[in-house]
């Protein structure tokens, strides 16, 4: 969904200079794309391709250098602003993907007048121009990172501004709610009674309820997006290497492995139906002496701190109860999974039990049995569900829509306790602010560069 171009005060002091970098990957390639924008960009455009711009067409060009030497030939395209990625005037040039090649045209670009650009500098561009909107500039990111093709789909949900609209039918719903409770306020004696009729309290009731369904699929989009970490904890040989061996088997998509020393903590990266999930083993937390391995204990407990999940691991009938263990090693018990393992010896079947007010499972790692339900239990456990109406978020994302959530709230209860008008009005008011973080309409400039110096150059 496109947006209105922004005033020159909201553009931050936007350089109206005319940026160039090669936007292809680096390395060896069939073709390599140089791409040049801003109001320039035509001027500079003509005198390397030997005049042959056309505008939303491809020509043959012979490239030149700014003294008129031939570097390459290729393709040549041309978008005049507005109706370009930027938003400005926009060429393109299609050569062969070779490194040297590219250098020289882009070297023949600042000869004529344009800069490097910086990291993310076309999209930030296209953001300031009002092309995309802050969601959709970053999963522009999302989709180039994406680790699988669920994550690359939802991606392609919030880039076409599924998310945003969504975003944006409810900012406006506050706003009008706003407007009503407002107007209810400043004539009382209209005899609006808002609180009476109920009409307030269930239309806020019913904001609420989509927030929390817009956040739900948004945990979805940020699990996809930003993947989940899993840490291991319980004494040594009670079968965690086997259980982390198992689970990386269960998809059998390891995309990198960093074994640490023994005594540090080992992390696993793997691809959980969809999921990208990390797996840490805290490798036998116990105090010691030894300076080294007590890093390796501080190591740990930071892993544990951060974890979206904990999974503490004990032999299925051991006579130590984990309550012991969950206490000893500082686990967190919001976050816990307790695995009673080696159920092959203790004849137990395999599944879920509750005991002591918790969901233990018990599983054999040596021969499979309760892995899928254990799999299946840590997916849910972390907010994972099957949903086709995914789009891509992030934890920012999360943040807001979490926040928006609580001054809801919090409108709602003061509504009901005391029938304050002006304190919703004012819940309503800042809940309608923070929703215009998640698209950019209320954005700081810090925000913008700690987005957009993420994304890779020549984007
Ligand atoms: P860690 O020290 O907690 O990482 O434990 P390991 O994974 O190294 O396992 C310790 C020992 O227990 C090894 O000999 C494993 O083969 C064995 N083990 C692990 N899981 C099971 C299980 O489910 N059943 C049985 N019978 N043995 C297991």
Redesign the pocket.
């Known amino acids: 969904m496109a947006r209105k171009p922004r005033t020159a005060d909201q553009r931050g002091g936007l350089d109206c200079d005319t940026i160039v970098a090669i936007a292809t990957a680096p390395g060896i390639g069939a073709i390599g794309v140089v791409r040049i924008s801003g109001p320039d960009a035509e001027r500079i455009g003509r005198c390397l391709s030997d005049q042959s711009l056309r505008e939303r067409r491809a020509s043959l060009a012979a490239f030149n250098d700014a003294s008129g030497q031939q570097i390459d030939q290729g393709l040549v395209l041309f978008f005049r602003q507005p109706r370009s990625f930027t938003g400005e005037d926009v060429v393109e040039f299609q050569g062969h993907g070779g490194p040297v090649v590219l250098d020289l045209l882009v070297q023949a670009a600042v000869t004529l007048g344009a800069r490097l650009a910086r990291p993310g500098e076309f999209t930030e561009r296209a953001y300031l121009n009002g092309k995309l909107d802050l969601a959709q500039a970053e999963a522009v990111a999302d989709l180039i990172e994406s680790g699988s093709a669920a994550a690359a789909r939802s991606a392609v949900r919030s880039l076409t501004g599924q998310f945003s609209a969504r975003v944006e039918t409810l900012a406006a719903d506050i706003l009008e709610l706003r407007i009503f409770v407002e107007g209810a306020i400043d004539f009382p004696e209209d005899d609006v009674d808002f609180i009476g009729d109920g009409n307030a309290s269930g239309r806020l009731e019913r904001l609420i309820g989509r927030v929390n369904t817009i956040l739900a699929s948004a945990t979805q989009g940020a699990l996809l997006n930003e993947g989940i970490t899993i840490v291991l904890a ?12 198992r689970l990386l088997g269960y998809e059998r998509a390891i995309v990198s492995n960093t074994p640490g020393t023994t005594r540090d903590v080992l992390t696993e990266r793997m691809d959980l139906g969809g999921i990208p999930l990390r797996i840490v ?1 805290t ?2 937390l116990r105090e010691s002496v030894d300076e080294i391995e007590r890093e390796g204990v501080r190591r740990a407990l930071a892993q544990i701190s951060s974890a979206d999940r904990v999974i503490v ?1 004990r032999e299925d009938g051991d006579w130590e109860p984990a309550q012991v263990l969950i206490q000893e090693q500082r686990l967190p018990t919001d976050r816990l999974t307790v695995v009673n ?5 203790s004849g137990t079947p395999p599944g879920a039990v509750r005991q002591h007010g918790r969901d233990e499972w018990r ?5 499979g049995a309760g892995i899928d339900g254990l799999v299946d239990h840590l997916k849910a456990a972390v907010g994972y569900r099957k949903d086709a109406g995914v789009f891509s978020a992030r934890r920012r994302h999360l943040d807001a829509l979490t926040r928006v959530a609580m001054v809801l709230q919090r409108g709602a209860a003061a509504l009901t306790e005391s029938g304050a008008g002006e304190l919703l009005a004012d819940d309503l008011r800042v809940a309608h602010a923070i929703l215009g973080e998640i698209v950019g309409t209320v954005s700081s400039d810090a925000l913008l560069g700690e987005i957009f110096s993420r994304f890779c150059i020549g984007k």
């Open positions: 319980g004494r040594p040989n009670v079968g965690k290497s086997s259980l982390l061996n083993d490798a036998g691991v393992n080696k159920i092959d010896i599983v054999s790692a040596l021969t």
